[in-house]
């Protein structure tokens, strides 16, 4: 597979721990932003996302944070386990304009 | 399968040669982008198709990539006489709208040498 995270921030965590992972957002005028988790050798896969009417979003596992005074946005993964070793990026745009823009991606290693 | 598919996987190029990377995306899927990501960065917009109409090619690097979607369907990206420079990963993605989650592909790893 590709080696990935040569420059990448990392996040080491122990298996069965909670994972947080942050993102700062540079565009005050984004309303929808997405947390994507891509694997080694693969395209990123959707996790989670959320609009900018809500602060808080859950899913399987995943919660997603949205503070817009701030604009930070952060992943919460529950329980972590081995399959979730892959970078996450974030990504954010405005409902006028279809381009993502994306964040600069969090290495997550999971320790046995 | 029902995902995105893109062909081929690796791709390695003599400088100077001329390359074709094929985006079969989701079945019904009007949206369709291609990326660009270099080792441990997050991916670039290169350019975007709504059905067979390419609607933005604002991100295409140089007048040497060129991108088609003929029948709004099946796209192609074409390098021309590549450089090393180009050497990345080329992700495909679809969308059921333009402004919808985007469900990408495997991607094809290019190598200029």
């Known amino acids: 597979g590709e080696s990935v995270g040569l420059h990448l921030p990392t996040l080491s965590v122990q298996e069965g721990d909670n994972s947080i992972i942050n993102c700062a957002y540079s565009n005050s005028a984004s309303d929808y932003f997405i947390w994507y988790k891509q694997e080694s050798g693969k395209g990123p896969q959707f996790i989670i996302d959320?609009?900018?009417n809500m602060d808080k979003r859950q899913g399987q596992r995943v919660t997603v944070l949205l503070n817009k005074t701030v604009k930070h946005l952060s992943l919460q993964i529950a329980a972590t386990q081995p399959g979730d070793s892959a970078v996450y990026f974030c990504a954010e745009n405005d409902d006028s304009n279809y381009q993502l823009i994306w964040g600069a991606g969090t290495k997550l290693i999971i320790k046995p | 399968g029902a995902g995105v598919s893109q062909s081929p996987r690796y791709k390695v190029a003599k400088r100077g040669q001329d390359v074709a990377l094929r985006c079969d995306p989701i079945?019904?899927?009007?949206?369709l982008f291609w990326y660009q990501q270099a080792l441990g960065q997050g991916p670039e917009f290169l350019t975007y198709?709504?059905?067979?109409?390419?609607?933005?090619k604002s991100g295409l690097p140089s007048d040497r990539f060129f991108a088609e979607r003929p029948e709004g369907s099946v796209s192609t990206l074409k390098i021309q006489r590549t450089q090393q420079e180009d050497s990345a990963v080329y992700l495909c993605?679809?969308?059921?709208?333009?402004?919808?989650?985007?469900?990408f592909g495997p991607g094809t790893r290019l190598t200029v040498t």
């Open positions: 993605a679809s969308s059921s709208r333009g402004d919808g989650e985007q469900y």
């Open positions: 079945s019904g899927h009007v949206s």
């Open positions: 198709f709504q059905n067979e109409a390419q609607l933005d």
């Open positions: 959320i609009r900018s």
